[in-house]
């Protein structure tokens, strides 16, 4: 991998999204890309504007809820939250990638001893 | 649940597009505001927060795009893309759209107007009860007959019944009229399998000699002549003199199979005498096999039955053969063959509009070229640009099948406006669900089909190539000129069988239309009237009807001679068979038959029939004379070769008591009497003052008068009605017209195999034509260079036109060919040709070729027109 970015994942964006929102209440759609940036250490290959298709998308099956507001310093935005339908998603996919990951990881980790025995 | 709710909001998506975009432009902006506004507390200058900001977001119309698809239904929204895009192109060329949507609509509206036609009269199944399993022979029966094979074939038919068409006058109207009667067997109800209406149909207890006079009506005579009275049942009409009580009334469906026929009463009540005899042979039965029986079966089951009637009555029955046909065969063979050729030319008007379409699109494809090239270089996908052409000639493929199917039911009822005779007793030829959706489902596979090619072609353009031939114009290269040709030729092979098919009916017509029909057609009318039984079932009273008649009709002002007796090409026919004064007796099965005429009055001045031998028939030869016959050609020909027939005797075969001899006294010229088509079969004619067949009670009347007679029919009719008040006059025509009515199925096949034709050849010429417009237009350059290098105006004429004529050469080549290897499918619709008639195919050749070069010809002016300059400037 070295310098360049992580490129996301099918999916894995709609899972950051509820689980930002999850974290931090009601997000405007800058936000939300910029604290998936901070929390990623600027890891992750985003264009923000790829964002909005997940929203519409996350939006669309209930799982979040949108209305416009005001942002802290005055600016018309639309803000997001997660509802509870959205929640309950958030934990199952929560699992599953913790369960995809941790097998994962032991899959890897299989092959790289594979050599030594 | 989740599915659902997505669903719903996808599709409101697609509804609600441009509110939508609005509101995802406000928040995408107000994402950038609050990014710059974050990059300008971190200390950037305004322009570089605000390119720092439009960098981190990405491209923009990449994020709209990806937030469309993910709301919509993207595939839909293309659609609707590429179909909005699809009418701009199609409006903006209208001369391209209507040209394609016009030939793709009458390739689609002439199969689809056959196809009904074809569906209606073969492919439908008959309206009665499991018609598959219903049967008939060519032979015709007399009622023992059915009723014998009706009790010896128990083992393999279920039922069985007949009918014969005759003729009744009805005179519960305003005047008398004819209504055609089924004379019928009780079992024609039961093998049919069609409950009355009304009432009930008749009983076989009704169905016996000295019966009642009950009567069952068929709607279309029942709505028409009684009003469609529901409570008809039990109430009495007069029919030929008796009152009969109707006891049914049948469904509008329901027909019998090869007769229109109004009403319906029993052949034994009615006419007992015919009923009785095994001779005649004048029923149409049908037959219902048992469930399980192969018709096979049936038929091994029916030698044996025509081998025991055989032995049992050989004068009558000698030589029986039976060969069953499934009824639905029986009933459409007559037209089918007729109908699969024309079905046949449709497809092949229909390939040519395909080929034509396709050509079109490829013509256009090709200018369209650059334009694709731009879209494929600015990112186009290929399947994306395959996609949009293909929604583009499937929009137009459907637009012509739309119109195609509106022609369609225009040349449908076109159709069976003028539909031939043995069409006459089918009343529901419609459009019907499954011709609209073969039809429309032929449109879209041609549009997808044909339009394949050339939006494939289209696509695979090399860009980098394509591009860097800048200004010049980017030509189809050479795969897509030998595609256009090819397609051009087949089309011109294709159009060339349907001339040839068109060109040996049409001359096969002419032939028919120069035979002699052996009499003279002109200024004769002619009528026929059936003395009812009631009143003259003895001879004596008939003579003297006949005779009174005569003399009346002779007298009217305007009428030259009259006569009583059957016209030709009339269509009813009595044979007998004949024995001969002086040679070796002939046992009774093996006389021969001939053609027997009674008549009264000059037969043969009248019909203008040359004598040739002997004297014509005379007032003299009266009942209580020696008995005189007069013959014609044929017959002398065939049984008195070498002799003189005159002087000589003969007699009906198959009498009874004493021989009554009769003397030929002439010979009079041959005439054709079924149609032009046949020849004259031998005839016998005798005076009806000396004929002892008190049966003969159908007759034609016939006048000639010195001009047209039309205006004569009022005072015929006073004449009849002044003798009897109670008979109608049937099938009041001019022989001219009887022989155009003879001519008529020739004529509708002919017309429409030519409209088909023409068509084809309309639409090949149209294709060609488009090749070399587009050929000379793309060689603009090169025909610049030629005159200027110093060819000259016939040089440039001469090489387009060659090409031309390379190209009609192989399409005519190939058609002939073609032609050779289909029109013998047609010999049974031809007359006096072979179905590879030299002079029907040298004159199609040479027609086709002709139009082939004029079409070129335009073109290749243009060619000519071409100045060099300009054309070496031309890009």
Known sequence: MGDSKLDLLQGTLDLMVLQTLAAMGSLHGYGIARRIEQVSGDQVLLNQGTIYASLVRLQQRGWISAEWGTSENNRKAKFYSITKAGRKQLTADAAYWQRLSGVMGRVLAMQDGGGKR | ?875
């Not at chain 2, 709209?64 to 709301?71: S, V």
């Not at chain 2, 003798?723 to 001019?734: A, E, F, G, V």
């Not at chain 2, 034709?757 to 090169?782: D, F, K, N, P, Q």
């Open chain 2, 1 to 875: 649940m989740d599915t659902l709710r997505q669903a719903l909001n996808r599709l409101r998506a697609l509804f609600f597009r441009r509110p939508l975009d609005e509101e995802l432009d406000a928040e995408m902006a107000s994402h950038l505001d609050l990014a710059i506004e974050e990059n300008r507390r971190r200390g950037l200058s305004p322009e570089e927060a605000r390119r720092q900001a439009l960098i981190r977001f990405g491209g923009v119309e990449q994020a709209k795009e990806r937030h469309r698809d993910a709301r919509g239904i993207p595939a839909l929204e293309i659609l609707l893309q590429d179909l909005r895009y699809a009418i701009r192109q199609l409006r903006k060329n209208p001369g391209f759209a209507c040209t394609a949507i016009l030939t793709l609509a009458l390739g689609i509206g002439a199969n689809t107007a056959i196809f009904t036609v074809i569906n209606a009269v073969m492919l439908r199944p008959l309206p009665y009860a499991n018609p598959q399993e219903l049967v008939t022979w060519r032979g015709n029966e007399s009622q023992l007959d059915v009723d014998d094979i009706r009790a010896q074939s128990g083992s393999f038919f279920s039922a069985g019944g007949a009918v014969n068409p005759e003729v009744m006058d009805y005179t519960g109207g305003t005047e008398p009229i004819g209504v055609h009667a089924g004379y019928v067997d009780a079992g024609l109800f039961e093998v049919l399998g069609v409950p009355a209406m009304l009432g009930r149909t008749l009983l076989p207890q009704e169905d016996v000699k000295g019966g009642p006079r009950v009567v069952v009506l068929g709607y279309p005579f029942w709505r028409e002549y009684l009003s469609g009275d529901r409570n008809i049942v039990g109430k009495t009409i007069p029919l030929s003199g008796n009152s009969y009580t109707v006891i049914g009334v049948m469904p509008e469906r329901f027909a019998v199979p090869e007769y229109s026929v109004d009403l319906f009463v029993s052949l034994r009540m009615v006419y007992p005498e015919a009923a009785a005899y095994r001779g005649v042979h004048f029923m149409r039965s049908y037959w219902r096999l048992k469930p399980g029986i192969t018709i096979a079966r049936a038929a091994t089951g029916m030698a044996a039955i025509d081998a025991r009637l055989a032995a049992s009555y050989p004068s009558e029955e000698k030589g029986r053969h039976t060969a069953l046909v499934p009824l639905q065969e029986w009933v459409t063979g007559e037209v089918s063959s007729a109908l699969w050729v024309l079905f046949g030319a449709v497809c092949v008007v229909l390939l040519i509009a395909c080929a034509n379409f396709a050509g079109l699109l490829m013509a256009r494809t090709v200018s369209r070229r650059r334009e694709m090239v731009i879209r494929a270089a600015l990112g186009g996908g290929r399947g994306r640009l395959v996609r949009q052409a293909l929604t583009e000639c499937t929009l137009l493929a459907m637009l012509g099948g739309a119109a195609g199917l509106v022609l369609a039911k225009f040349g449908t009822d076109l159709l069976v406006a003028a539909k031939p005779a043995a069409l006459a007793h089918l009343n529901s030829i419609a459009m019907d669900i499954s011709v609209l959706i073969s039809g429309l489902a032929v449109s879209i596979l041609t549009g997808l089909l044909f339009g394949l090619a050339p939006a494939w072609s289209s696509t695979r353009a090399d860009v980098a190539g394509a591009m860097k031939e800048e200004g010049r114009t980017v030509t189809s290269g050479p795969a897509g000129h030998a595609f256009r040709r090819t397609l051009v030729i087949a089309e011109l092979a294709l159009a060339m069988v349907l001339l040839v098919g068109a060109g040996l009916l049409i001359h096969s017509f002419a032939r028919l239309r120069s035979v002699d029909p052996g009499f003279n057609p002109s200024n004769v009318i002619s009528f026929f009237i059936q003395l009812p039984a009631a009143r003259y079932s003895e001879i004596p009273k008939q003579t003297s009807f006949r005779r009174e008649l005569l003399a009346r009709l002779n007298s009217l002002p305007g009428v030259d001679a009259a006569m009583v007796g059957d016209p030709p090409l009339n269509g009813s026919e009595v044979t007998h068979s004949l024995a001969f004064d002086g040679r070796p007796p002939v046992a009774e099965g093996d006389q021969p038959e001939v053609d027997t005429f009674c008549v009264m009055g000059d037969y043969f001045r009248v019909m203008q029939i040359p004598l040739h031998a002997g004297r014509a028939l005379a007032d003299a030869d009266r009942e209580d004379q020696p008995l005189v016959a007069v013959i014609n050609e044929v017959m002398a020909r065939k049984y008195y070769a070498g002799e003189n027939p005159i002087g000589q005797r003969i007699r009906w075969g198959h009498e009874a008591g004493p021989p009554r001899w009769m003397t030929i006294v002439g010979v009079v010229g041959d005439v054709k009497q079924y149609s032009l088509a046949q020849p004259a079969e031998p005839a016998v004619f005798t005076p009806f003052a000396q004929s002892n067949e008190s049966w003969r009670r159908w007759m034609g009347v016939v006048v000639r008068t010195p001009g047209a007679s039309a205006g004569l029919i009022p005072a015929l009719k006073a004449q009849v009605w002044s003798l009897d008040n109670q008979i109608p006059l049937n099938r009041i025509q001019s022989m001219d017209e009887l022989l155009q009515l003879s001519l008529a199925e020739r004529r509708f096949n002919m017309l429409l195999l030519g409209l088909f034709a023409g068509l084809a050849l309309t639409l090949a010429v149209v294709g060609i034509y488009g090749v070399m417009s587009y050929s000379v237009s793309e060689r603009t350059h090169e025909i610049g260079i030629r005159m200027a290098v110093g060819a000259g105006r016939s040089d440039v004429l001469k090489m387009v036109m060659g090409q031309g004529a390379r190209l009609a050469g192989l399409g005519v080549a190939i058609g002939i060919l073609g032609a050779i290897a289909l029109t013998r499918l047609m010999t049974s619709l031809l007359f006096g040709i072979t179905p590879t008639d030299p002079a029907t195919f040298i004159a199609v050749a040479v027609l086709m070729v002709a139009v082939v070069l004029l079409a070129c010809f335009v073109p290749a002016r243009r060619a000519t027109k071409v100045d060099p300059t300009v054309a070496l400037r031309y890009e």
